[in-house]
């Protein structure tokens, strides 16, 4: 029985010690999304969840919007299905990942957009307003 209670406090402490990974794949190659020019027009945010799945090879073998506004799912869909991930330890394998789509800042004509990747899951897209006329 001591040897039990010595077994389970050593690996309470080198669990307790080992640094912990945010789970999920790691992306070995990305790119900014854009957004979309209609969407920016007609003042469309939010998020968009994608389940992504992945071949032997790291790259996107399907991806489909779970939620979120269809003008920015296309979009969304259409960059994650660029992304190539390190190989992945078991196939298939699949991740969530989420775009989050935000309006805000100084209007203007031309879009002025800033990406931000909190890999391996999230992506925040923002864009300027459009300025409003005023006649």
Not at 24 to 34: Q, R
Not at 60 to 81: C, D, F, W
Request: some cysteine; proline content about 7%; aromatic content about 8%.
């Amino acid at each position: 029985m001591r040897y039990i209670g010595a077994a389970l406090a050593f690996l309470f402490l080198v669990g307790a010690s080992t640094p912990r990974e945010k789970s999920g794949l790691c992306p070995k190659h990305i790119e900014s999304p854009e957004y979309s020019a209609v969407a920016r027009a007609a003042h469309v945010t939010g998020d968009v969840v994608l389940d992504v799945s992945f071949n032997a090879d790291g790259n996107v073998s399907g991806a489909v919007a779970v939620t979120g506004p269809r003008i920015l799912s296309e979009s969304a869909l259409k960059n994650v299905r660029r992304w190539t991930f390190e190989n992945p330890s078991r196939t298939p394998s699949s991740q969530r990942v989420t775009y989050e789509y935000k309006i805000e800042g100084e209007p203007g004509q031309t879009a002025v957009s800033t990406v931000f990747f909190d890999l391996p899951d999230r992506v925040k897209v923002t864009v300027n307003p459009i300025p409003m006329n005023r006649d």
